[in-house]
């Protein structure tokens, strides 16, 4: 064949650029269902079903648009494994007839990247890596912003973004609204009253390709944690299409306002649950953001909500996104804190048993949707691991096999950058560390929990609240420099002796799990 076409698993785009000049009479293109991809961190079985399923839906409609695939799928059978990597099968299709080239878009991962140059360059194939127009903006793009600037903050890039593209701004070239930032009106919680009926997000019965890939995954990978019953995300475009609809309809004119808000026992609140459909690029950046802003044209959402929804789609997004490809592959093993290699997260993290009720309940969540919302994310588990000095690898790791919505290029900036500060700084200015009482402030979990957020001592003492004293004495001169943490630090001054003792060797014995929480 003249191009062998490479489709990766979150490139399910029928305008990628990868296809723009494909031509069926003689081009293939080539899909495969990554045993490595499942297996190099122990994944979610939520998660895996959450990438095949999709694969296999755009195959079918590949297919009847008459594409020529050649796809591979994982057999059910665990003994009779195809045991082939993802190059492995590569190196196969080649013998089997050399394509002129291999033409793919860039990958959302660094290793899958290098794997396919050297893949590639191996057996002699010239290989064409196209620009991923999916994105606002390019890595080039965004490496012209980054330079010279010492610190990478997102509000210079996220309001060059919205100039640049022309999102919500007017003929004067001033924000709509008349500020860049709502964030203050965006902080309540449910306090008063809880969060009374939220609209959830449709629902999408597994058809059949679904339910054969479920069955896979039950059989192949039974020893994954998670779990599968409650499997209801978009594997098609059309779904993706509804469920942003009915976002947009029905939970965007409050998403500003609880935007950071948490509840117990509640599952979306006012989140789009859009990330693993906008990842696997069953949706486009560039129509989400549209339809939101129609939303406020249209006087269904009031501007913090649509603001605050567009500054996460055209903001953090793309912003991780640039973060990630101009720091690889050095950031990934960016350690700030010096966290020990061994200190993995804890055993409550693959299996939700803790009595820790924010946690337990989060767990909840990623158990059974493989998701948390971002409070949840940063505030309840990150913050957990932060604490506990768990290393940031290891917690990106973790992160990587239990979500829908995780590809290493917007996992790593999140996990081991803004949420566990490996990166000493550069996303975000201070570490997200708080005690028990800021999770206290921003849900109900605390009412109904064995541990007190109050106390850092003693038997019901919070182990958030706890840790959080313990992070501060282990990094107070790490942090003496930061303008930023000079309130924490100075609270931490007014402890005495005797209480940061006793913190310390509470924190320890949590460390060590001799003291389980
Ligand atoms: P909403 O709250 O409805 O937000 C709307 C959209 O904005 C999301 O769908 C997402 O596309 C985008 N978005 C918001 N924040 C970010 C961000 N920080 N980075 C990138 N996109 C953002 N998001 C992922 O898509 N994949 C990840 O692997 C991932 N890892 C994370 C790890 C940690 C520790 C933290 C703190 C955040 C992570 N995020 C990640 C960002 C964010 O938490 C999720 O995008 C969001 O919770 C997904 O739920 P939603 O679609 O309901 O989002
Ligand atoms: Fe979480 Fe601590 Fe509150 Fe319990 S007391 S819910 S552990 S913050």
């Not at 195809?82 to 196969?92: D, H, T």
């Not at 059974?368 to 940031?392: C, D, K």
């Amino acid at each position: 064949s003249r191009n062998l076409v490479l489709v990766l698993g979150d490139q399910l785009n029928h305008d990628s650029a990868a296809l723009q000049d494909f031509d069926a009479s003689v081009d293939r293109i080539w899909m495969a269902e990554n045993q490595e991809e499942a297996s190099h961190v122990w994944c979610h079985k939520y998660r895996l079903v959450s990438f095949f399923a999709p694969m296999r839906h755009f195959r079918e409609e590949l297919r009847a648009n008459g594409f020529q695939v050649d796809y591979h799928e994982l057999p059910s059978d665990g003994r009779k494994a195809r045991k082939s990597s993802f190059s492995r099968l590569l190196r196969e299709t080649f013998s089997q007839g050399e394509p002129q080239k291999v033409v793919v878009v860039h990958p959302g991962d660094d290793r899958v990247l290098r794997s396919l140059q050297q893949t590639t360059a191996d057996c002699g194939v010239p290989m064409e890596v196209r620009e991923d127009e999916h994105f606002y903006c390019s890595i080039d793009r965004f490496r012209e912003w980054a330079a010279d600037r010492k610190s990478m903050v997102l509000e210079s890039f996220y309001r060059t973004m919205r100039k640049e593209h022309d999102v919500l701004i007017d003929s004067e070239g001033e924000p709509i609204g008349g500020s860049w930032n709502f964030d203050k009106e965006n902080r309540s919680s449910f306090k008063r009253g809880g969060p009374g009926e939220i609209p959830e997000p449709p629902r999408f019965a597994p058809d059949a390709i679904t339910r054969d890939v479920m069955e896979m995954v039950s059989s192949r990978f039974s020893d994954h944690p998670g779990e599968l019953d409650d499997f209801d995300l978009p594997v098609t475009r059309d779904q993706a299409v509804e469920s942003l609809e009915d976002f947009v309809r029905h939970r965007l004119p409050d998403f500003g306002t609880y935007q950071d808000a948490m509840w117990g026992d509640q599952r979306f609140l006012y989140h789009s649950r859009l990330s693993h459909a906008i990842n696997l690029h069953l949706l486009s950046p560039r129509e989400v953001v549209e339809a939101a802003v129609g939303a406020f044209q249209d006087d269904i959402a009031p501007i913090n909500a649509v603001e605050g929804f567009v500054r996460q789609i055209l903001g953090w997004r793309e912003y991780v996104r640039g973060v990630y490809w101009t720091q690889m592959p050095e950031y990934a093993e960016l350690n700030a804190l010096q966290c020990d290699p061994s200190q993995g997260v804890p055993d409550f993290f693959w299996d939700g048993q803790t009595e820790m009720a924010c946690v337990a309940d989060s767990m909840r969540l990623v158990m059974e949707t493989a998701y948390a919302h971002h409070i949840q994310r940063l505030m309840v588990l990150g913050l957990y691991a932060q604490l506990l000095g768990v290393h940031p690898r290891r917690f990106h790791e973790w992160h990587l096999a239990m979500y829908a919505d995780a590809i290493d290029w917007v996992s790593l900036p999140n996990a081991l950058g803004m949420s566990q500060y490996g990166d000493g700084g550069l996303m975000a200015t201070k570490p997200y560390c708080a005690s028990g009482a800021y999770i206290n402030r921003m849900s109900n979990h605390c009412r109904s929990c064995r541990y007190s957020p109050k106390e850092a001592v003693g038997e019901d003492a919070c182990p958030f609240t706890t840790l959080y004293w313990d992070f501060l004495q282990r990094h107070r001169s790490a942090f003496a420099q930061n303008p930023r943490m000079k309130m924490q630090l100075m609270n931490l001054d007014r402890k005495d002796a005797a209480f940061l003792s006793k913190v310390r060797e509470r924190a320890g014995a949590i460390q060590s799990g001799e003291l389980p929480v």
